[in-house]
């Protein structure tokens, strides 16, 4: 079947163009994601690359008055660099990590367009459908609950299309991308660690995430129940002034309250150790992973102390998007 929307007999022409420049935002935000990636690998190189430069600089200074062996040896590990350029690398640095950051904010920005619009067309039909709605359910539907509910969907749509386009995927292909260096630069033990790090990461966030959802739901409906009371009251705000019950009310508003008080700290500690067990995690990853390159360095085996930086800056970049 022909799924192309621009074949629509619905669709105006108005709507075809914006069909078409949405999709080219889509394109567009997913062409500075690949950049941004391939700019933020390239970071812990240039990075390595300034780290192991430095002592080969000093070395060339020094070659003038004092040419032993150590100092040929030195310089021989980066002659091609000279003191002059050293200001130049931690330029390319720092441009670089702007330039990951920059392209990032760019894509958010981009596809911000695509979402809220996507968010505007869904909210006005779940509204229209509720106009729809017959009589007796607007005579017997709870304001409060329904704009709860449909504040909460609306706004949760961007965070799952974020999730979809720019993590799930993505995130995945940058892990084995960043193994694959690993790998050729380290060898399989690091990257053996650096991948069961990566492994218990996710096997950690999986099972602490699913055990903590019971919390998260009970917050949202303590929440629900507390707006739909909080409108309800308002709406029928003469009842309760001619009856002299804002005193009963108020009390019921505070218990509610206090459930929803009780469920949020439980949500929030289970966030915190969620938090803290990833970070855990990923510190213990990086410690083993620096200390079998350390080993390879006093080997003699040819690693340096950029490489120690650079399998340090792979998987520490590696952790931020695992952590949406």
């Not at 596809?111 to 017997?140: C, E, P, T």
Request: proline share 3%; glycine share 6%; charged share 15%.
């Amino acid at each position: 079947p022909n799924i192309d929307p621009s074949n629509d007999p619905n669709l105006t022409k108005e709507d075809i163009a914006i069909n078409k420049g949405m999709r080219q935002k889509v394109q567009l935000s997913l062409g500075l994601l690949l950049s941004a990636k391939l700019v933020n690998v390239t970071v812990p190189f240039i990075f390595k690359y300034l780290v192991d430069s430095i002592p080969a600089s000093n070395a060339a200074l020094s070659v003038g008055s004092n040419s032993s062996e150590a100092t040929t040896s030195v310089v021989d590990v980066a002659s091609s660099v000279t003191p002059e350029l050293l200001p130049w690398i931690l330029l390319s640095y720092s441009v670089a990590r702007a330039s990951a950051f920059g392209m990032n904010e760019s894509r958010n920005y981009v596809f911000s367009r695509v979402s809220q619009n996507i968010i505007k067309k869904i909210g006005s039909a779940v509204y229209r459908d509720i106009l729809n709605k017959d009589y007796m359910w607007h005579v017997k539907k709870n304001t409060g609950s329904v704009q709860t509910v449909l504040s909460r969907g609306t706004k949760s749509i961007s965070q799952v299309l974020q999730a979809m386009v720019f993590h799930v995927v993505p995130t995945s292909a940058e892990v084995f991308l960043v193994l694959g260096i690993i790998q050729y630069q380290f060898g399989w033990a690091t990257s053996g660690i650096c991948a069961g790090t990566l492994g218990a990461y996710a096997t950690y966030t999986v099972l602490i995430t699913q055990w903590r959802t019971q919390f998260r739901v009970d917050m949202n409906k303590k929440e629900q129940t507390a707006n739909k009371m909080a409108v309800e009251s308002m709406l029928n705000f003469e009842n309760i002034w001619y009856n002299n019950a804002i005193d009963r009310e108020v009390k019921k508003y505070s218990h509610t309250l206090e459930g929803y008080q009780n469920a949020a700290l439980k949500a929030q500690s289970s966030l915190s150790l969620l938090n803290f067990g990833q970070a855990a995690i990923i510190s213990a990853g990086l410690g083993l992973s620096m200390y079998s390159v350390m080993l390879d360095i006093l080997s003699g085996s040819g690693a340096t102390a950029g490489d120690l930086v650079l399998v340090n800056g792979l998987l520490f970049q590696l952790s931020i998007p695992l952590n949406f």
